[in-house]
């Protein structure tokens, strides 16, 4: 991990009154270009070559000649080879002279080398570093293992697909698509061999990432992905905000379950098992009587990565969880940085982080508002990473 000290002295050389915030141009930039561009910062989308005209033409901002802002979001484009190109010294340096602010997503994760991103990216970071690595369920110390640390609700696991006894997922990645998931249900062990044996045959999923699956309950209910905001800076009132709800759509668990189940029953083997590939989101809220527990457990979560993970996690993240029947929660994942969802609050904010501001809050918006209170308290050591 890189000596905070490097990445203090970075920031240092930058004039703290032309601040830029970059982004990886992917996953939830829109929501950052938004929020930046809202509280009157220029911003920066790091594109990758072939996949670069959603920032460089339709979302591109427009400005009239005193620089106020008539249409779109992104102020400039890098179009790069690779994504992961963003880390080469060279273009580092083009970040540091232009005095960008990055804000990681979980493309720059996916795309950039985690060892790179945590021992070479000297760039100031708006957000937790040493954290990122938790969401690789390979890592020994992964968000289940924080979740277990800090006695959070989390489904059962099952080391052995042998034990399944009620309705599990299993969790592995798409043998073709190695972002996505090659996720599937089985409810016995008799289903598990037939299904697993489907998905190889199909080349979905492979041997090697199925014996290093996942395997946990299924928790029957629906899917909560909770965006919070830690504030470091904070004195008066909460340091957790709760900002907005969201929940996912799925491709192709969501055509499946539009179908009536005779129709469902005609589909040839290779459609008859849906595959878990998230293609949009929605908003949503929770039953005022709810919202006591999900503040408890965001506030146990940041309390944990405090001890864990100095300094703990800092500005956005994420709680992914399901409820059961009784109305328990259930984390089945956790994104430490800006969640996928997140597009669903630009431009309108969202319930709740609209309610607690008194104004439109998005969670790119508030997480740029943070950078704007550190800059004016003299605090941004505090917000970077």
């Not at 580092?92 to 232009?98: G, I, K, N, Y």
Request: proline share 4%.
């Amino acid at each position: 991990m890189l000596d905070p000290a490097e990445v203090r002295n970075k920031l240092k050389g930058y004039d703290h009154d032309d601040i830029k915030i970059g982004v990886i141009a992917s996953h939830s930039a829109l929501d950052v270009c938004d929020g930046a561009v809202d509280e009157g910062f220029p911003t920066l989308a790091i594109c990758q070559e072939g996949r670069e005209k959603t920032y460089d033409n339709y979302f591109r901002t427009i400005r009239d000649q005193d620089g106020e802002r008539l249409r779109g979001v992104v102020d400039e484009t890098w179009v790069l080879d690779r994504f992961g190109d963003i880390i080469d010294e060279e273009n580092q340096q083009r970040l540091v002279d232009e005095n960008v602010l990055f804000v990681p997503n979980r493309s720059f994760t996916a795309y950039a080398s985690l060892d790179r991103i945590e021992d070479e990216f000297e760039i100031p970071m708006v957000g937790s570093r040493n954290l990122l690595r938790t969401e690789e369920r390979d890592e020994e110390k992964d968000y289940y293992w924080l979740l277990e640390k800090a006695g959070l609700p989390f489904p059962k696991k099952y080391e052995d697909p042998e034990d399944i006894d009620r309705l599990v997922m299993v969790k592995l990645p798409h043998k073709e698509k190695r972002l996505e998931r090659g996720f599937f249900t089985a409810a016995s062990y008799e289903e598990y061999e037939e299904k697993s044996q489907q998905l190889l045959e199909t080349d979905v999923i492979t041997e090697a990432d199925l014996e290093d699956a996942r395997i946990e309950e299924y928790i029957i209910g629906p899917v909560f992905n909770f965006d919070f905001f830690y504030s470091p800076i904070t004195e008066n009132g909460t340091k957790v905000e709760l900002l907005g709800v969201d929940w996912r759509f799925e491709t192709s668990l969501d055509g499946h379950v539009r179908l009536p189940a005779p129709q469902q029953m005609t589909l040839n083997e290779e459609q008859k098992v849906p595959e878990y590939t998230v293609c949009g989101h929605n908003s949503a809220t929770l039953r005022e009587s709810q919202i006591e527990k999900v503040f408890e457990m965001a506030e146990t979560y940041v309390e944990a990565t405090k001890e864990h993970y100095d300094p703990g996690i800092i500005g956005p993240f994420c709680l992914q969880t399901c409820v059961d029947k009784d109305l328990n929660f259930y984390i089945y994942d956790v994104a430490p940085r800006v969640g996928g969802g997140t597009n669903v609050h630009m431009n309108v904010g969202h319930p709740y982080g609209n309610t607690f501001w008194g104004e439109r809050m998005s969670t790119g918006r508030r997480l740029i508002r943070e950078v704007k209170r550190a800059l004016e308290r003299d605090e941004l050591e505090k917000l970077v990473t």
